[in-house]
């Protein structure tokens, strides 16, 4: 059997993370493994003409560090919502996008395992809307735990 220690948890908020947030500390507990929490705070993109191109830069950096800083409290603020001081839990915030970027992340903790939160979209909603997760179960190097609410 595999040895899981570390599994990463990657998080949007939604209840669909709050599940997989529990999916995560049930097995955690189960296999004596730590929790890594990730959140993914995409970087903004807005046109830019040649003229104003190092405005606009230093406007985007701009918004993306107040980003950076919002979800940095909301992480914070759900990691202690939805675990105890019991668990082995450590969270982590990065610019990205988590379908191409948790893999690298999973690599820097030490993650034996991602498990992540999905909506079950299917048919045209899937076609439209896509799916982190199921990129991220195609492209991952290690298991993946995908966990549909309840």
């Known amino acids: 059997m595999a040895h899981y220690k570390r599994l990463l948890v990657a998080v949007d908020f939604t209840d669909q993370s709050i599940r997989a947030l529990q999916v995560a500390r049930d097995l955690g507990t189960r296999l004596n493994a730590g929790l890594d929490v990730v959140h993914f705070v995409p970087i903004r993109m807005i046109g830019i ?4 191109m190092e405005t606009e830069a230093a406007y985007i950096e701009e918004l993306h560090q107040s980003d950076l800083a919002e979800a940095g409290k909301k992480l914070e603020q759900f990691v202690k919502q ?61 298991p993946v735990l995908c966990v549909r609410s309840e």
């Open 49 to 52: 003409d040649m003229e104003g």
């Open 82 to 142: 939805h675990t105890t001081t019991d668990d082995d839990v450590a969270f982590h915030l990065y610019s990205g996008e988590p379908a191409m970027d948790i893999n690298t992340r999973a690599r820097e903790v030490g993650a034996d395992m991602i498990i992540v939160g999905t909506h079950g979209r299917t048919g045209l909603k899937h076609l439209l809307l896509g799916s982190v997760a199921e990129s991220i179960l195609r492209n991952s190097e290690i």
